[in-house]
């Protein structure tokens, strides 16, 4: 699964950390499951699932007379073993059957449940972290909401797939399964395996028959029923498939359309081909998440649907195609054992993001995501959970930037001490050996410790079984005389065993010295001929750590310009934009970052760069005019028209102009914030041609507009988006600005626009509600209802009702 967490959530929460309890042990397996086979129906208007079971099952190892199965908020009409009727009993949200004789591990049974699932009725937390995890999901199931299509969808991990079918609902079981689906005709379906059959019925459903015969866990089963367009591909002859709205029908093939290079990378790198018969991707409404990796049938939520304009930009969602993917082997083809293990799932998936990133793109993008996912980390908090974990209040709060951010940069660090050759010969003997089957750390690690012949004991010992990371100093002694200087290292908090890679220049000529750290102070002494310019500690970035060394603004241009890696021209790049106004030199660093070869870094020296004081100003504008007009990247060329426009200077309204008839949405609403600069009538006239629909592509470009005018009349546009830029952006000028376009809104006689704020309020508050955005919108809408109360607006009272229902609704 990936979970996208915006700034919105952080704003108006904490992470809670968890607080010791029971030792969670693998789940005991009594009887193992074999095979699922399923016939359901949907009942649209209440919301329910007709269901039919036959799940077949075997005593793991010792002989048994009953199973239990976790069935949560069914109604039960009906339970046979082996087609007798049998006795059991529902509580608890589990069905315990009485099989009616002993059986041994060599014997199989099948128990038969008929039944109706109640999602609505579910009552429990999610992995999303968001909204109830009911397991299946009925969206604008009676065709009420003129803006929502009608679709079902499941999610099932952690353990919510038995919300819709009766099963052991643990991650070390496995199953084989088919499902029978009965659906008006009119909308696809979409399930795990292939499509073996589609039958038309004679009251205008159809049942579509998908049938999946290689095992995998409960929480990977899925379903999907909707009005999709499927959009075919394929990979070595297997079906790669896209179902996406009718709109996005065209641009389907540019938002997944690297999924079979995908799969041909993934399946080169690890050495184990793609094990399944197809690989289908779905888009769907409210998601209560990112992504899940279902086995053969992946999920995405709607963010995954984009523009051509957005897509020109960039695809910002090419990440989690790459992360879902790479589950297909780790997650789905091994499966971690135990929730406590979720790193052999999660960790692996959000590498692969990485490693897919250099695959295509080349070192400095997938080390500027590395850099991210480690960011991340260290700055929530998270330091004092092991990555595995057999302590945890909640499964759900497994699903962490430990599990995911911190455990990949551990992998990154293990592939780099084994290297590629070693350590990918090492996955590949990992899921050969537990090739549809479950596994744990250790498991890893005794691959590992095969391929390579390297005891990693140490290395699992202090980042899986451990917490923390490396907090280092770093302080250097020279000594002139010998020509000798010693490097001292000096750990915090907590002392690591790790390999250190020191890089010492001089002039312009490198040399690597490797060396290990082992205890809290160390130091090292090496030779040098002249005194060093730059000395580079974890040269190759690779450790997760905090390295506190003291280096002067010439270390960091002389870095900026000898030292190749992404991490150290960013470094270098933040230290000299804060000495540009008092350094020339500093300045013509920051200057030379408008040529960097990483997009990324030219944008951050265009957001960065001071062209109001006296250094070489015609230099640098006459560069970013340049970048402007003829950079390769859309994104570079709308940050270069950002600065342009703050110039407000008529002499760039060509740019300006020709950026607005871009295809590119990044580039057309730069343009329109930097024409309004110097000529407020034109880009007001070319806000009256827009579309409604280009408009809501724009949004932030125009609502910025609108504010700044104080236009009352554009009031539901700005209250359609005045959230997101209060509590989305990191700019204070723009938290500022949208604060000024709030305050117009709830001071407003604006019924309309008020309405459109409170319904932003129930949606993110109904969404958010785990990250407490529902009582901050709570607080705010009251806020409201005090302030109309006291205004003189004549339909006050409307206002107020609206609001009321709206705080009603989330309070529920």
Not at 713 to 735: E, W, Y
Request: aromatic share 12%; with cysteine.
């Amino acid at each position: 699964m990936k979970k996208i967490i915006l700034a919105i959530f952080l704003i108006s929460s904490t992470f809670i950390v968890a607080q010791k309890t029971d030792y969670r042990a693998e789940r005991t397996k009594v009887n193992d499951l074999i095979h699922t086979k399923l016939k359901v129906d949907f009942n649209f208007q209440k919301s329910q699932m007709n269901g039919e079971a036959w799940v077949t099952l075997s005593p793991h190892f010792y002989p048994a007379n009953k199973v239990v199965l976790d069935a949560k908020a069914f109604t039960i009409k009906q339970v046979k073993v082996n087609d007798k009727p049998a006795n059991y009993n529902y509580s608890d949200d589990e069905i315990t059957i009485e099989l009616g004789k002993t059986y041994t591990k060599d014997e199989t049974f099948t128990v038969y449940v008929n039944y109706i699932a109640n999602p609505e009725k579910v009552k429990q937390s999610g992995s999303a972290a968001i909204t109830d995890a009911k397991g299946l999901y009925f969206i604008d199931p009676k065709g009420e909401d003129p803006d929502k299509p009608t679709e079902i969808w499941t999610q099932g991990e952690t353990e919510s797939n038995s919300c819709w079918f009766p099963t052991i609902d643990s991650p070390n079981q496995k199953s084989t399964e088919e499902i029978y689906m009965t659906v008006p005709n009119k909308y696809v379906t979409l399930s795990n395996g292939k499509l073996e059959s589609q039958t038309k019925n004679a009251d205008g459903t159809r049942t579509d028959y998908w049938k999946m015969d290689k095992k995998h866990a409960p929480y990977l089963f899925f379903m999907g029923v909707g009005d999709f367009s499927i959009v075919k591909d394929s990979w070595n002859g297997i079906p790669v498939n896209y179902y996406v709205e009718k709109e996005y029908e065209p641009v389907a093939k540019e938002i997944f359309g690297k999924t079979p290079e995908m799969i041909t990378f993934f399946s080169n790198i690890t050495g184990v081909p793609y094990q399944w018969n197809k690989y289908d991707q779905i888009v769907v409404r409210d998601y209560v998440s990112g992504a899940m990796e279902n086995t053969t049938a992946v999920v995405h939520g709607e963010g995954a649907q984009q523009k051509k304009g957005q897509l020109i930009d960039k695809n910002i969602w090419e990440n989690t195609i790459s992360h879902e993917l790479f589950h297909h082997w780790f997650g789905d083809l091994v499966t971690t054992e135990s929730w406590s293990n979720l790193t052999v799932n999660e960790s692996f998936a959000t590498y692969g993001e990485y490693l897919w990133l250099k695959y295509k793109y080349g070192n400095d993008e997938a080390n500027a995501l590395m850099d991210e996912d480690q960011q991340t980390f260290l700055n929530n908090k998270k330091d004092s959970e092991d990555l595995v974990r057999f302590y945890y209040k909640d499964r759900e709060d497994m699903f962490d930037v430990v599990s995911y951010q911190k455990g990949g940069a551990i992998l990154y660090m293990l592939n780099d001490y084994l290297g590629d050759k070693a350590f990918f010969a090492g996955l590949k003997e990992y899921l050969n050996e537990h090739k549809f089957g479950t596994a744990e750390a250790t498991d890893l690690r005794l691959a590992l410790e095969k391929v390579s012949g390297k005891d990693l004991n140490w290395f699992f010992n202090e980042w899986y079984y451990g917490n923390g990371h490396i907090k280092m100093t770093v302080t250097y002694d020279y000594n002139t005389i010998n020509k000798t200087v010693t490097v001292n290292i000096k750990q915090q908090d907590k002392t690591f065993i790790f390999p250190l890679s020191i890089d010492i220049y001089e002039d312009n000529n490198k040399i690597r010295h490797n060396v290990w750290v082992s205890h809290a102070d160390e130091s090292f002494t090496f030779s040098f001929n002249k005194l060093p310019k730059l000395i580079n500690i974890d040269a190759k970035h690779v450790l997760l750590a905090e390295i506190n060394v003291n280096k002067t603004l010439t270390n960091y241009i002389y870095q900026f310009n000898h030292a190749t890696h992404y991490l150290d021209r960013k470094l270098a790049l933040e230290e000299v934009a804060k000495n540009q106004t008092t350094s020339k030199e500093a300045y013509n660093t920051l200057l030379k970052g408008l040529n960097d070869p990483f997009y990324e870094l030219r944008i951050y020296a265009l957001e960065h760069i001071d062209l109001f004081q006296k250094y070489n100003k015609k230099d640098a504008i006459a560069k970013i005019v340049q970048l402007a007009k003829f950079d390769k990247k859309t994104l570079v060329k709308a940050a270069a028209i950002n600065v342009l426009g703050k110039l407000v200077d008529p002499i760039y309204k060509p740019i300006f102009e020709k950026a607005l008839n871009s295809e590119s949405f990044a580039m057309t609403k730069s343009a329109l914030v930097a024409l309004y600069q110097i000529d407020k009538p034109a880009a007001l006239n070319k806000l009256k041609t827009l579309n409604k629909e280009t408009k809501e592509n724009l949004a932030d470009a125009i609502t910025t507009i609108y504010i700044n005018e104080k236009d009352t009349t554009n009031l539901p546009f700005i209250a359609k988006h005045v959230l997101l830029g209060m509590f989305n952006s990191r700019d204070k000028h723009t938290q500022a600005l949208y604060g000024q376009g709030y305050k117009m809104i709830i001071e407003s006689n604006n019924t309309e626009a008020i309405s459109n704020l409170t319904d932003k309020f129930v949606k993110n508050g109904k969404r958010y509600r785990k990250f407490k955005f529902d009582k901050m919108a709570v607080n705010m809408m009251n806020q409201i209802v005090t302030i109309q109360m006291q205004s003189k607006n004549t339909n006050k009272d409307e206002i107020i009702l609206i609001v009321r229902k709206g705080i009603a609704q989330l309070l529920k």
